[in-house]
């Protein structure tokens, strides 16, 4: 198939079993609610279009109370509100697919393409960033993330966040679309967390969810509780792309639609028979960083290259994976701007002060 | 031994109303039917004031990376506006195609753009003329180092066609220059576009393949010395 | 809930003056002396007894003092974010229809943060009952002002009571839902000082929901001693008094099926 990433989301939504679309427009995820919209009455699901991304988040929420597979979409400052019903869902462990198509910012700044959500969207909200974001790079990705998100939310019961960006959204490339269960993945059916089967106090307790604490040990307590799960789930969660060759003297580190760039200008240096390898986590949060360290621990002189569409937000996680670890860093931080092949190699080429 | 690893990198520019978006979802659509890697990413946002709509197509039979690029193979340009705007994606060996028919260009101004959501790709229905009015052709840059091969796209297609099919002649003299592209594939391309209407009304199907086949013909013409 | 369930249940309860629908376990409630929040909630509880529902009800409860509702019930309950209670009950209705949605909250939440939440579910016509509780101030934050603070009315933040034409005069919450909602609405006004009334309308708003007419919303005028600083008989006063002469309680919309006539 030839699509945009916005039709591959709504087309993954729908072989993901969703149930159910809740959302408010703001481009460049619009087209997701557009044949989301189109395609759930032929298929029996729902669609919802709310009065701001908070109702958009918390009526999700809802849909997910009552035992519903459901997702959002949004980008730049809906991805600010809607970092409140984050908040929510991190505290009470409720699951979700929440789609981000950055944009430029801070504020209403471009409608087109950015990296700069990356802090938002991992460690946005008033707790611990305790949720699982894939970055993807092709619409293969967008497809098979997407579908894959659904099964993590439900199975570990983080909110879970497809990142992708304005280009992936809005650029047509092939993708092959499948069935999961042709492909012997199991999807993970969603249960009623409020309202499911039995009548209260009968034949069950009631169900009581709440998010205030009283005191502060009550809290500690609950929140240890979700760091220890979130910990635990990170080595089998964590997923990364690599490339790296033990003589090799420079690693590219990108993540994202600029990943693929680095990954191209990575493979094009090497056959020219320079010694670049690249690093792409697909998972930014949990981070790889074991990965990372692994690859930094084996060759002390190996220079990291951090590219990416923002202004450090990236290059902030990779300091704190690498404490300790000697390595020098070098960056090509474009906030709100593409970073092409081009660029990287070119940025490769000075810095290895070597002629092309 | 793996064959060799080739790309092309194309650039469309035009006014709002011009159909350069429908050339590179043609061209890209074409390319996967080829069984080619394709990669098509329309400017939108604020980038396309100023009227000028720019398509950004990539074919390759290998991966393919970041959306955008620096420098292109082939550049189309469809209105004298678009001449600097694409300046920069010009390297030595460019192709420069572009229409030298002395037929204004369909402006659409700024504020009409700005008016109908700056957050979409052009509206390029939107223009009230497309074609017909008399003015300047594109002039192509100087310089040495490109390869210049100018088509009388608009004039062809007012005075045999429709004034509306241009774009479809541009496209089939990219799919000429490009080499990897067969003009079937392109048919194919405009048959699942265009389904609808051709059902409706089955003489466009012919139109546009005629518009196809004048482009390529215009191009070879060009090239010829 | 079948008939002979709930006799089961009412034996358990027989020498306990409480709904079938209360959670004894977490008797006494939370709510201060001489508070509005125990007679609302009694009705709705009362309400929902009555129509036998409690198997089928989804309760949110808002961020303010509304909250301490949040284990009040024998039925499934979520305690959302402030303003955020009628979006969660509206996401979960979407979803599964078959779910009675109770959103219950302050007017902190429904009229100021969440004012476009109540706003859009009602011109959507959501087949949800909001309950929203009016004391005519914030009651769990200390005292501040509210939308529905009467003019003169002394708060933490008007400290000087008030003034109109400096921080606007009270919102009137089911005049200006009655003014956008759908028909197959049930939009009305009770008063925790009158208790079979009030009791009568949070029926009647379960039951607009159960026939699937469409949106119901009751404000409540409820009391709070603690912030307004007022003993038992000024407390009565200001409620019955002020209160009920400044937000006239009564029914604004009544879909058909319920009047057995034309809508009014």
Known sequence: MFMTGNEVIAWAALAADADFMYGYPITPQNEIMHYWSRLAPHFGRGFLQTEDELSAGFTMLGGVLVGKKCFTATAGPGNILMQEPVAMAEMMRLPGVWVIQQRGGPSTATVIYSQQELRLTTTGGNGEGLRIVYSTSSHQELFEYTLKAFNVAWKYRFPTFVLGDGYQAKMRETVTLFRPEKRGWEMIPAEPILRGPGVPCIERDPVHLRNTFNIEEELYETLMKHVEDYERLTPEVVEWEAKVRADDTLLLVAHGIVGRAAKDAAERLQRDGWPVGYFRPVTVRPFPGEALRKIAAANPELRLLVVESAYGQLLSIVKAELYGYANPLETLLRPGVGVTTEEIEETVRRLEKREG | ?225 | MSAEDLSVHRGILENLNMPVSWRKETKPHRFCPGCGHGIALKALGEAVDELGILDRVLYGCDIGCSLLSWDFFNFDSVQTHHGRTIPVIVGAKRARPDVIGIAYMGDGGGYAIGAQHLVSAAMRGDRITAILANNTLYAMTGGQMAPTTLPGQKTATTPYGREPQKSGAPLHGPELVAAIAPPGSYIARGSVGNYNQLKQYLKKALENQLTGSGFSFVEVLSACPTNWRTNAKETWEFLRGKMESHFKVGELRVPEQQTGGEEN
């Open chain 2, 1 to 225: 031994m793996a064959a060799e690893l080739w790309k092309k990198k194309i650039v469309i520019a035009g006014e709002g109303g011009q159909g350069v978006q429908v050339i590179g979802e043609l061209l890209a659509e074409a390319a996967y039917r080829s069984g080619q890697q394709a990669l098509y990413i329309p400017n939108f946002g604020v980038e396309q004031r100023g009227g000028v709509s720019i398509a950004f197509v990539q074919i390759a039979n290998g991966e393919i990376g970041f959306p955008k690029f620096q420098k292109a193979d082939l550049v189309a340009v469809l209105s004298p506006r678009s001449v600097e705007r694409t300046r920069g994606y010009l390297k030595p060996g460019t192709i420069y195609l572009y229409d030298e028919s002395a037929i204004k260009a369909p402006e659409i101004d700024d504020r009409t753009i700005g008016i109908q959501g700056w957050e979409t790709v052009a509206p390029e229905a939107f223009a009230r003329m497309v074609g017909t009015e008399e003015g300047t052709g594109v002039r192509p840059p100087g310089g040495a180092g490109l390869i210049r091969r100018g088509i009388p796209a608009a004039q062809l297609a007012k005075d045999k066609l429709n004034p509306r099919v241009a774009n479809v002649i541009i496209c089939g003299a990219i799919a000429v220059l490009l080499g990897v592209l067969p003009l079937e594939q392109v048919k194919a391309a405009l048959e699942e576009k265009f389904a609808d209407k051709f059902r409706q009304r089955p003489e466009l199907r012919e139109m546009n393949y005629q518009a196809l086949e004048m482009g390529r013909k215009a191009v070879q013409e060009a090239a010829a010395p």
